[in-house]
């Protein structure tokens, strides 16, 4: 395919997109749609691509192969630091395509992957280096208190299972209540003790949650780190730079640590 047809396919795309093709011409395009993979695939990367800049249009792509990249994109989009920015990209691009003086310089089709290829690279390495987030952002994107390990025991109701059923409704009121009036920490399984900590956590009692976790890591399992890791949640939900650092650096100090990928990730978007 050469560079003029390349072009005229980007065009018939945007038509397509924009709603600016004639009746006859969009019937033609949807049958060559169904038959033309290809243009299909390049169907859905403009189409991805077009609504993740677009705030007042934030469809669900039907397929799945771009639904997961392309929910966390508008998801992060929908900030209004990194609205300002979408819209003035396509302020940018709105320009280009009408410097007819550009034009001739560079295809359309070298620009339209430009844009492109920076949403790759933002799915990459995270939106949060490229947009300079804040703390709280970074909670945001990688908080995952509800992927916390369950703890099931059958036969007759034990104080984990109590605390099980408690944290699966949310009930953080009861959790804190069943924990302080009947249970010690002598009693309780370690997974129990992150549950705890969790509902602390989500009742805005920080301090008391930083001491449930520290009592978790003081058990020394193998699943100590994630003690570490739940601290740095709360860290980050707090905005406290330095002891965000801090734990950064207990994780990091061992690639078997609890989400230590994630733990990179974060420490290099705060350099």
Not at 141 to 154: R, V
């Amino acid at each position: 395919m050469n560079a003029n047809q390349d072009d005229n396919i980007q065009e018939t795309i945007d038509a397509y997109l924009n709603n600016t093709l004639s009746k006859t011409e969009r019937t033609a395009f949807e049958k060559e749609i169904e038959t033309n993979p290809k243009l299909k695939e390049e169907l859905h990367i403009y189409k991805a691509l077009q609504e993740s800049f677009n705030e007042n249009d934030w469809h669900t792509l039907d397929s799945s192969t771009y639904k997961e990249d392309v929910l966390k994109l508008k998801k992060e989009f929908k900030s209004k630091d990194n609205q300002d920015i979408s819209n003035t990209i396509r302020t940018v691009e709105q320009q280009y395509f009408t410097d007819s003086k550009t034009q001739q310089k560079r295809p359309k089709r070298f620009y339209k992957l430009a844009i492109a290829a920076s949403i790759v690279l933002c799915i990459s390495i995270g939106l949060p280096f490229l947009f300079n987030n804040s703390l709280e952002d970074h909670y945001n994107t990688y908080q995952d208190w509800d992927t916390m390990p369950s703890l099931t025991e059958k036969g007759t109701e034990t104080i984990a299972s109590k605390i099980e059923a408690l944290f699966n409704t949310k009930d953080y009121n009861g959790i804190i209540k069943y924990y302080e009036q009947e249970v010690t920490k002598e009693t309780l399984h370690p997974y129990s003790l992150l549950k705890i900590g969790s509902a602390y956590f989500h009742n805005g009692n920080y301090n008391k949650s930083l001491e449930v976790f520290d009592a978790f890591i003081d058990l020394n399992t193998i699943d100590s780190s994630r003690g570490h890791w739940y601290k740095l949640l709360v860290y980050l939900k707090q905005e406290n730079t330095a002891k965000v650092k801090e734990t950064l650096d207990v994780i990091l100090s061992n690639k078997v640590n609890y989400n230590y990928k994630e733990a990179t990730e974060i420490s290099k978007s705060i350099e």
